[in-house]
């Protein structure tokens, strides 16, 4: 018999949990960037879902989550419960100028702090990566907030989506599609305190 382990399965209960806090954070991002302008679609396979799919092979196949129909940024999201910049070892399905958005959430299930990173910057300093494995025996890089360029919003920030907003726009990650107005986004209670 197989082990979980040794296939890299999470129990049912472990990866529900994952889900659910993943979906959650590509909520959060969808709102920072309709904010800053970005008129955003999901782009993937049980994206934004919170559903455990029986059949995995498509979830395989790996592309960004979050893409701007105007301006064609793309967007991954990986949302963490540790505060730490970290991705699967396996990087090359993405493209180079894939922003990755990673929002940190605390115990009672807030995000607390958001850090986003441009994945050619990551790849670039991969030998500044740390290499760990989960518990699952799963590889992943682990990056020094220090060692990389990354925008990180804090406190305040995060828990007012459109501050957020605004700041993307300051440090160039707003839409730069011409004559888009930005949409109206409402917030959702509970997410980062909006």
Same mark, same amino acid.
């Given at each position: 018999?197989?082990?979980?382990?040794?296939?890299?399965?999470?129990?049912?209960?472990?990866?529900? $949990? =994952?889900?659910?806090?993943?979906?959650?954070?590509?909520?959060?991002?969808?709102?920072?960037? @309709?904010?800053?302008?970005?008129?955003?679609?999901? %782009?993937?396979?049980? !994206?934004?879902?919170? $559903?455990?799919?029986?059949?995995?092979? %498509?979830?395989?196949?790996?592309?960004?989550?979050?893409?701007? $129909?105007?301006?064609?940024?793309?967007?991954?999201?990986?949302?963490? =419960?540790?505060?730490?910049?970290?991705?699967?070892?396996?990087?090359?399905?993405?493209? @180079?100028?894939?922003?990755?958005?990673?929002?940190?959430?605390?115990?009672?299930?807030?995000?607390?702090?958001?850090?986003?990173?441009?994945?050619? =910057?990551?790849?670039?300093?991969? %030998?500044?990566?740390?290499?760990?494995?989960?518990?699952?025996?799963?590889?992943?890089?682990?990056?020094?907030?220090? !060692?990389?360029?990354?925008?990180?919003? %804090?406190?305040?920030?995060?828990?007012?989506?459109?501050?957020?907003?605004?700041?993307?726009?300051?440090?160039?990650?707003?839409?730069?599609?011409?004559?888009?107005?930005?949409?109206? =986004?409402?917030?959702? $209670?509970?997410?980062?305190?909006?």
């Amino acid at each position: 018999m197989i082990s979980q382990k040794s296939l890299y399965l999470k129990p049912d209960d472990s990866f529900k $949990e =994952t889900l659910d806090i993943g979906a959650k954070g590509e909520y959060y991002a969808k709102l920072m960037l @309709d904010r800053a302008g970005h008129l955003v679609r999901y %782009n993937g396979y049980g !994206t934004s879902k919170t $559903e455990i799919f029986d059949k995995s092979k %498509n979830k395989r196949y790996r592309s960004p989550d979050i893409v701007c $129909e105007l301006c064609g940024k793309k967007f991954e999201v990986r949302s963490k =419960t540790k505060d730490m910049i970290a991705m699967s070892s396996d990087l090359d399905p993405y493209p @180079d100028d894939t922003y990755i958005i990673f929002p940190i959430f605390n115990k009672r299930g807030i995000i607390f702090r958001v850090h986003i990173a441009l994945l050619e =910057t990551l790849r670039e300093n991969v %030998n500044k990566a740390i290499k760990v494995q989960n518990r699952w025996g799963e590889s992943y890089f682990k990056w020094s907030k220090k !060692t990389i360029s990354c925008l990180t919003l %804090n406190g305040d920030v995060v828990s007012d989506v459109f501050r957020a907003g605004e700041l993307l726009r300051k440090f160039g990650l707003g839409c730069d599609a011409p004559n888009y107005a930005i949409q109206n =986004t409402r917030c959702v $209670e509970g997410l980062a305190r909006c």
